[in-house]
């Protein structure tokens, strides 16, 4: 019993959060700004896993690759790669 009513504060809190945030036109600018760094950064990793036969380097598709390309960039990409390097070999 105790879960389901975390469980449901939980979602009116964020339901609530939803509602405040989307009230603004610069909300909706940002969402799809982020969308957009998302679908970019998606778009280069499939990229440079096409040319994993030539290279030799193969980054996973995943919502923590995606995350740290969209978020930080080239230079994202060029750390996960050197990790990718480094610790696999």
């Given at each position: 019993?105790?879960?389901?009513?975390?469980?449901?504060?939980?979602?009116?809190?964020?339901?609530?959060?939803?509602?405040?945030?989307?009230?603004?036109?610069?909300?909706?600018?940002?969402?799809?700004?982020?969308?957009?760094?998302?679908?970019?950064?998606?778009?280069?990793?499939?990229?440079?896993n096409l040319f994993s036969p030539y290279t030799h380097l193969e980054l996973p598709l995943n919502?923590?690759?995606?995350?740290?390309?969209?978020?930080?960039?080239?230079?994202?990409?060029?750390?996960?790669?050197?990790?990718?390097?480094?610790?696999?070999?």
């Amino acid at each position: 019993m105790k879960s389901y009513l975390l469980w449901g504060v939980l979602i009116a809190s964020g339901g609530l959060l939803g509602i405040l945030v989307l009230r603004s036109r610069a909300a909706f600018q940002w969402i799809g700004m982020l969308m957009l760094q998302v679908v970019f950064s998606s778009i280069l990793l499939y990229v440079i896993n096409l040319f994993s036969p030539y290279t030799h380097l193969e980054l996973p598709l995943n919502a923590a690759t995606i995350g740290t390309v969209s978020v930080l960039g080239m230079p994202g990409l060029a750390a996960i790669t050197a990790l990718k390097l480094w610790v696999v070999g």
